[in-house]
Nanobody
């Protein structure tokens, strides 16, 4: 599967952005999907994950209550709605996919990755 992330940009503290990740080349609904991010000088970290059907989601504590992951299997796209953005949310955001059956999304070694989209939150 090929993944193409988009939607990043510059936003002020407290603002919102919606990231999209379009998949192609394989049956999208067979993949668990996730978003990760990597801030300058830091390791990549898990942000959110979603099950194949979209019925189950998992969030990092740092974004819980502010970010929402969703997917549209008819459009082969996963989204990350980001509200109440903070400067510490500044990072390159990556979407990822895997066919793992594990319910613990942060622990999956995702096989497929998008190219990343930059989110910058100004203070």
């Amino acid at each position: 599967v090929q993944l193409q992330a988009s939607g990043g940009g510059l936003v002020q503290t407290g603002g919102s952005l919606r990231l999209s990740c379009a998949a192609s080349g394989s049956t999208f609904s067979t993949y668990v999907m996730a978003w990760f991010r990597q801030a300058p000088g830091k390791e990549r970290e898990f942000v959110a994950g979603i099950s194949r059907s979209g019925g189950s989601t998992y969030y990092a504590d740092s974004v819980k209550g502010r970010f929402t992951i969703s997917r549209d299997n008819a459009r082969d796209t996963v989204y990350l709605q980001m509200n109440s953005l903070k400067p510490e949310d500044t990072a390159v955001y990556y979407c990822a996919a895997d066919m793992s059956g594990s319910p613990y999304y942060p622990g999956i070694e995702y096989k497929y990755w998008g190219q990343g989209t930059l989110v910058t939150v100004s203070s």
